[in-house]
């Protein structure tokens, strides 16, 4: 198979690595990426055979450990993040489970913030204590509070920032050299910065991880999810995971996502400005008691994101003075937004964590994460920004 583009490829911009990035091309010389829908390999004799298992010779074995459609998604991704190495996944949360499942065992510890998408706050509060893993959460914001969580058998330090969904801001590097001190793995979910926003690794964390559902596929398609690192861990501890539990992606989805990946700096732009249109209109209504925008200066944590995020973001988040009622009754008079819990999609979508995704962690939980009943999160599309303002306008009418 010729891999004529790899020379120069580490040199490319973003933009460049996003359209060639990890391409290899069949002997048929096609333009776009090919889809190998193959379980499996066969081999030109039993010597052949042999090479593949023992390491000898590195090509493909089985679609469980890897796919040639699956591994030039890990390698356009990998570049853009500037990682090593990256194991793709079935979905988001697979990616969340493997990072957490490789870096710790029973007796070891994990610090995390509160403020985490649903599933990732069930697997440190509920599944890793199961298996004799303690674990502490922490506001992530504060860090004395990272500090003191920390002992020495703390093994993993986990955060998403900014935070779904009320958009707090993490000092990441900060978090970093905490991790450092005690030796632990910092892992960092970065689905609402995007890789163009916001680079992890350059601050400080071991370990990136994607739910490339989000902005990756962003035409609402397919799951999928990465997690990205050193080399040597991805080998010793994230391969074997993969190889005998089964949560790699399948070449069909790597392949959406490998289109995803060619238009990602377009959207993420274009949906981010839509958003910072959508925030300023939103922070100048009555009825919107708190607008809660990372690339805005009234941001609880504005100085932290100037820091270390590149660009605001294509989530809203804000609180309709009237709580519940007004929020519902603002939700149910658009009628080009959509109301659905994705995120990062062309289309816009809102939803009211409280009574959604937010539902199950409790009435408690929610109000140590500032998740009011009046809360709403808005993912913003790719529709004309007047549109968008103009559906927005007539709703608050409605309220
Ligand atoms: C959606 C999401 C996940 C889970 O991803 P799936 O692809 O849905 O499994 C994890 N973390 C964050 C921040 C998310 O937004």
């Keep these: 198979m010729a891999n004529n583009e790899k020379t120069s490829a580490e040199s490319w911009r973003a933009a460049t690595q996003l359209v060639h990035g990890g391409t290899t091309r069949s002997p048929f ?18 010597e052949a055979a042999e090479a593949r298992f023992n390491g000898e010779d590195p090509g493909f074995v089985y679609s469980r450990y890897a796919n040639p459609t699956v591994a030039m998604f890990e390698d356009r991704i990998k570049m853009l993040e500037g990682a090593e190495a990256a194991r793709a996944t079935a979905s988001g949360m697979a990616a969340v489970n493997l990072a957490l499942m490789a870096s710790v065992k ?19 509060e509920t599944l890793l204590p199961r298996f004799g893993v303690e674990s502490t959460l922490v506001d992530g914001t ?24 009320t958009l707090e801001i993490i000092d990441i590097a900060a978090v970093a050299e905490i991790a450092k001190t005690v030796g632990a793995r910092l892992i960092v ?19 990136v991880v994607y739910s490339a559902t989000k902005h990756i596929d ?17 080998t010793d501890e994230v391969m074997p995971f993969v190889k005998h539990t089964g949560p790699h992606m399948s070449p069909f989805s790597a392949w959406v996502l490998l289109k995803g990946l060619e238009t990602l700096p377009l959207r993420v732009a274009r949906q981010s400005e839509n958003a910072r249109q ?37 989530m809203v988040a804000f609180e309709m003075s009237g709580g519940k009622d007004a929020a519902f009754r603002f939700v149910n008079a658009l009628n080009l937004i959509r109301i659905s819990n994705n ?24 109000a140590e994460l500032g998740i009011s009943d009046g809360i709403l999160r808005f993912s913003v599309g790719l529709e004309d920004p007047l549109d968008l303002l103009e559906d927005i306008e007539r709703a608050l009418a409605a309220v």
């Design 343 to 366: 995120l990062g999609d062309a289309k816009s979508l809102i939803t009211h964590p409280a009574t959604t995704t937010h539902q199950s962690i409790g009435e408690e939980a929610r």
């Design 142 to 165: 504060d860090i004395e509070q990272w500090k003191s969580a920390v002992k020495p058998n703390t093994k993993a330090l986990f955060l998403e920032s900014p935070t779904n969904p």
């Design 29 to 46: 010389g096609e333009t776009s990426e090919a889809l190998y829908l193959t379980q499996g390999f066969v081999y030109s004799g039993a």
């Design 218 to 234: 962003g035409q609402g398609r397919c799951l999928g999810g990465v997690v990205l690192s050193d080399e040597e861990w991805i």
């Design 278 to 314: 959508a925030a300023d209109f939103l922070a100048e209504q009555a009825a919107v008691a708190k607008l809660i925008y990372p690339g805005r200066d009234d941001h609880p944590q504005a100085d932290v994101a100037k820091r270390q995020m590149t660009g605001g973001s294509t």
């Design 106 to 124: 029973a007796g070891d510890h994990v610090v995390a913030a509160k403020a985490l998408f649903g599933s990732c706050r069930y697997i440190c």
């Design 189 to 207: 979910d970065n689905v609402f910065a995007t890789p163009l926003y916001q680079s992890p690794l350059k601050l400080g964390a071991d370990v």
